[in-house]
């Protein structure tokens, strides 16, 4: 069963805005208090993109995608949102939505779901 579906993605030329959800299952959403967002390029390992503590509306942004991106969440929906600005050829990547109850779970990626494709073109 997915519990986790990604939508938003397409192709872009560079500088422009994309904005990704993720939308969870009610049980999902509640059992996790972390939820992420993960990219991973053709020949390239998946790489960490944000991370947010939906209980304790944290958020971690990791380096390359800082000051670029946003990530919020809408707990009425149970979603997740990544927006994107400025985007460069280099964010070219599927980007995943992942959950976990701890950071550690969530890094494990073993609940995610199914991606959406960014491409962006100079």
């Known amino acids: 069963q997915v519990q986790l579906a990604e939508s938003g993605g397409g192709s872009v030329q560079a500088g422009g805005s994309l904005r990704l959800s993720c939308a969870a299952s009610?049980?999902?959403?509640?059992?996790?208090?972390?939820m992420g967002w993960f990219r991973q390029a053709p020949g390239k390992d998946r790489e960490r993109v944000a991370v947010r503590n939906t209980r304790a509306g944290t958020t971690y942004y990791f380096n390359s995608v800082k000051g670029r991106f946003t990530i919020s969440q809408d707990n009425a929906k149970s979603t997740v949102y990544l927006q994107m600005n400025s985007l460069k050829p280099e964010d070219t990547a599927m980007y995943y939505c992942?959950?976990?109850?701890?950071?550690?779970?969530?890094?494990?990626?073993?609940?995610w779901g199914q991606g959406t494709q960014v491409t962006v073109s100079s």
């Open positions: 009610e049980y999902t959403y509640s059992s996790n208090d972390y």
């Open positions: 992942a959950a976990g109850p701890t950071l550690y779970e969530l890094y494990e990626f073993n609940s």
